[in-house]
């Protein structure tokens, strides 16, 4: 047992029962970590030779050293065993990334042995835990034994981010430790020295929990500056109570601001895998350097041998390209900030809140029912229906909008049930042309016309055609702004529509629509209703009797979109004036977290007033 690291630990024999006996609060850190995409069976050969990093033994990790031109990235490489030299560190459009040094194909691109990682098993206790607890024993070998009271933690029963942050922790103590006992010596830096050397500091970090209350105060946005006090008063408890060397339990920390630190590294740069049954978290260095991209081209897994992490290419990349990963191709732009610290311009899955006296959620009680009297249950409602996960779960109480009509008004085609949109034009065999990070891949159905016999039907058929035709040339100077097209996709998708039968209808809806009654309604009432959308009328433009409500419900929603604008302390203008300041002049740049804030409020704002443009030219496509 390594005798100098006791000092992190209680002397009293009692202080794990103690902390297996406290009340558990509710934890507000969300899980929150990259999910590998399905790969389909391919191989790791190049040029007919099997490729599989040699993990370097504990000798060779520890004579590594750097030469005055090395690159700190490639020894970082070097020193965790990576040995495919696919990719290589350099800045890109989406930050520091990995970048490929020649072409590839569907294969590893990085592989890093799994000694070299910090693996835990989610759950420990009430789980399969063989696979977690073998590689802390392989981990120890390669890089020293730790205390027997940081192994019951790191097997023990709290949850999975507070052992990772711990272990964190200990890894920083103890190579502070080597440094200050002048340790390091001729060998140069170990992996662990490395690895920490190149994360961001904490001031870095952008991550909600790292915001403090005053800068909290620059994302305007209500339900993200609660977030954000949520997430740091967290943070605080968990380095007080657990990690504090003054009055914690496991004493790793030095100062509150390692903890979060810490925190914020482990909610931001983890790994999620199951192997055989088992969940298990990883810290990985280098392999963690992977951007996130909606349009990725590389995920991430276990290797086929156990032995080692992988990052494979996905489709072939080409020499120069980025290597980017997804961490989570459904996640809006508050999950991004909340986890990683950044936002993406566009993103797909982002929707604008609607006002919350006319929603409702399938799994709200009667106690918990929107009002707009109510300001906490206004401003819960419109965190909930901020993404597009969440706005399925709801349901609309008002007038809906016809979908076809306003599609054609905003210049998309596609099939909006399905949020397949792409801009009037473009080949529906292509993806859709989102910003460059955004990798929706669109299959778009048909949105057809209607061809009703009935002379209403006839007449809007008519007018749809001119309405599209007009929104057509009303978007034309758009044309390659992908940010603009995928906002206008989610302010299409983030508004209560119809297909013309008053829902999703089938055969049933449409003939009772149309004038059938008697006979025909009963037998449509019992009919039963197919299994697939084959045999269903597709969706029908608005007719002109219906007109008129339709414009009141439109302008409904404009009077809420600018109230959403107007309540906030700073316009769009103001908001990207301070950004051109932050990246022109040197002298009035703002931190990268109040940046970031900026970027993300601003983001928040482009859509609802993009939402609110659309359908001010939908009623203009009604006059």
């Not at 909600?208 to 105060?217: D, H, I, M, T, V």
């Not at 979060?260 to 963690?288: C, H, K, Q």
């Not at 959620?361 to 206004?378: P, R, W």
């Not at 704002?605 to 496509?621: F, S």
Request: aromatic content about 6%; proline content about 5%.
């Amino acid at each position: 047992m390594d005798t100098t690291l006791h000092h992190l630990f209680p002397s009293t024999s009692t202080s794990l029962h103690a902390a297996s006996q406290i009340k558990k609060s509710p934890l507000p850190l969300r899980r929150a970590k990259c999910r590998p995409t399905k790969l389909l069976p391919s191989t790791s050969m190049r040029s007919g030779v099997a490729l599989k990093a040699q993990a370097p033994t504990a000798q060779q990790a520890s004579t590594a050293t750097c030469t005055p031109d090395q690159d700190p990235s490639e020894l970082l490489r070097d020193l965790a065993g990576e040995e495919l030299s696919f990719v290589a560190m350099a800045p890109t459009a989406l930050g520091r990334g990995l970048v490929t040094r020649e072409p590839v194909i569907r294969q590893a691109i990085v592989s890093v042995p799994m000694h070299n990682s910090l693996c835990l098993t989610d759950e420990p206790l009430s789980g399969i835990s063989v696979f977690g607890d073998r590689l802390q024993q392989a981990w120890q070998q390669q890089h020293g034994q730790m205390p027997q009271e940081m192994q019951d933690f790191l097997q023990g029963e709290e949850r999975w981010d507070i052992r990772m942050t711990g272990w964190l922790l200990y890894v920083l103590d103890k190579e502070r430790q080597r440094a200050a006992g002048g340790s390091l010596g001729a060998n140069g830096p170990s992996l662990w020295s490395q690895y920490l050397a190149l994360l961001p500091s904490e001031h870095e970090m952008c991550c909600l929990l790292n915001y403090s209350q005053e800068e909290a105060k620059e994302l305007q946005l209500q339900q993200l500056m609660v977030e954000a006090k949520v997430q740091r008063e967290w943070s605080e408890y968990c380095h007080s109570y657990y990690f504090s060397k003054a009055s914690g339990l496991y004493r790793f920390a030095d100062s509150m601001e390692d903890s979060i630190w810490a925190a914020s590294m482990v909610r931001s740069r983890t790994f999620s895998e199951n192997v055989n049954g088992e969940g298990i978290t990883l810290m990985v260095p280098y392999a963690d350097l992977a951007n996130h991209s909606f349009s990725h081209n590389s995920t991430f897994c276990v290797g086929q041998s156990r032995q080692n992490f992988e990052l494979r290419s996905v489709v072939h990349i080409d020499k120069g390209v980025e290597a980017a990963i997804s961490y989570g191709e459904a996640k809006c732009n508050y999950q991004l900030l909340r986890d990683y610290g950044f936002v993406v311009p566009g993103n797909p899955n982002d929707r604008i809140p609607l006002h919350p006296s006319v929603l409702s959620f399938a799994d709200d009680n009667s106690n918990n029912s929107s009002s707009s009297s109510s300001g906490g249950s206004e401003d819960e409602s419109c965190l909930r229906f901020s993404n597009a996960e969440e706005s399925s779960k709801a349901v609309f109480k008002g007038h809906r909008l016809n979908g076809l009509s306003l599609v054609e008004a905003a210049g998309l085609a596609g099939d909006w049930m399905k949020g397949e949109l792409y801009p009037q034009g473009q080949c529906s065999t292509t993806s859709q042309p989102h910003q460059s990070q955004n990798g929706s891949q669109a299959q778009p159905g048909q949105a057809t016309s209607s061809t009703d016999s009935d002379s209403g039907a006839g007449s809007s058929s008519t007018s749809s055609n001119a309405s599209s035709n007009a929104a057509s040339s009303r978007w034309s100077s758009k044309a390659g702004d992908d940010a603009f097209w995928s906002r206008q996709r989610c302010a299409v998708l983030s508004l209560p529509l119809t297909d013309g039968y008053n829902g999703r209808a089938g055969a049933g809806a449409a003939a009772e629509d149309q004038g059938g009654g008697g006979l025909a309604k009963s037998i449509m009432s019992w009919m039963a209703k197919p299994i697939t959308d084959s045999g269903q009328p597709p969706p029908r433009a608005l007719r002109p009797d219906e007109v008129s409500m339709e414009r009141a419900s439109v302008q409904e929603h404009i009077q809420h979109m600018e109230g959403l604008l107007q309540s906030l302390p700073t316009t769009v203008e103001e908001d990207q004036a301070l950004l051109e300041q932050h990246a022109a002049a040197a002298d009035q740049r703002l931190s990268e977290r109040l940046a970031t804030a900026v970027r993300c409020r601003l983001e928040w704002k482009l859509l609802v007033r993009q939402g609110l443009h659309l359908l001010q030219a939908y009623l203009e496509c009604m006059r």
